[in-house]
């Protein structure tokens, strides 16, 4: 296989969180204003957050980014089509209507043409370490991440709510979503989530598009990956103790304005 480069964000989220109002949530005038506008990428915690979730991506060595947005994301191209950028290209894919993360990915099929590529969340600052492991392995992946060190950063019920990894001989099975507190009482200390960081052949594309319809009625991508699991494709699992920063509401901001206070950003 060859070297991976290239990395879709995904980015076109309504951002009904970060929108909602939040009193007790201590922003600046600039960070309200964002939040406000629902755009999780451009709410500034030094520099916007996407700023640094790409120079972590181009530190573990991705040079080609996709950022897959809404028709109505100008902010968006507006900011990075402005910057000088030396390490990390930004190309960007529209997915028209909010259908799914399967669909977002399926947005950017064009850029991704026959290569393997990595997928992220734009509000999610995965650790360069991460995504250098899975950058390395041999085919399709995803990061498998110990709650005990997302918790450093994340809050506990939130974590409680991400989706179970279940592997056999380091390989996915199948991810259980939504789990329930006997659940994940029963998996204990090998407990193992995802936080949406993976890695895919071309393969996943035929699957994104013949995925049908979730209960919450959108082409979602975890059902697409169960599908390329289904048709042959192998998904390795690399396992991270590490922390991840998540910016989803008003409420993260403060946490994560601080923990990046010191987080040098290279585009």
Not at 85 to 114: C, F, K
């Amino acid at each position: 296989m060859t070297d991976v480069q290239k990395v879709v964000i995904l980015a076109r989220g309504l951002g009904t969180r970060m929108r909602a109002q939040n009193a007790e949530a201590a922003l600046s005038a600039e960070q309200s204003a964002a939040a406000d506008t629902g755009v999780k990428a451009l709410v500034p915690v030094g520099r916007p957050f996407l700023d640094h979730v790409l120079s972590e991506l181009a530190d573990a060595g991705f040079t080609k980014a996709c950022l897959v947005i809404g028709p109505e994301h100008d902010a968006v191209r507006r900011h990075y089509d402005s910057l000088d950028l030396t390490r990390i290209s930004v190309d960007y894919a529209v997915q028209e209507e909010p259908q799914g993360t399967a669909n977002a990915v399926l947005a950017a099929a064009d850029w991704v043409a026959d290569d393997r590529f990595a997928v992220v969340n734009s509000d999610n600052l995965y650790p360069a370490a991460a995504s250098a492991q899975l950058r390395a392995l041999p085919g399709a992946g995803l990061v498998g991440y110990e709650p005990e060190a997302l918790l450093a950063g994340i809050a506990p019920e939130r974590v409680r709510g991400f989706a179970i990894i279940e592997s056999v001989g380091g390989q996915l099975v199948r991810l259980i979503e939504k789990p329930s507190a006997e659940t994940l009482a029963a998996w204990g200390p090998k407990l193992l989530v995802s936080m949406n960081h993976w890695l895919f052949t071309p393969s996943i594309l035929a699957a994104a598009r013949d995925v049908p319809l979730s209960s919450r009625g959108e082409y979602e991508l975890p059902q697409a990956v169960a599908l390329d699991i289904s048709r042959g494709t192998p998904y390795d699992v690399v396992t991270a103790a590490m922390q991840v920063l998540d910016l989803s509401s008003r409420d993260d901001i403060a946490r994560v304005t601080a923990a990046l206070a010191d987080h040098e950003v290279t585009l």
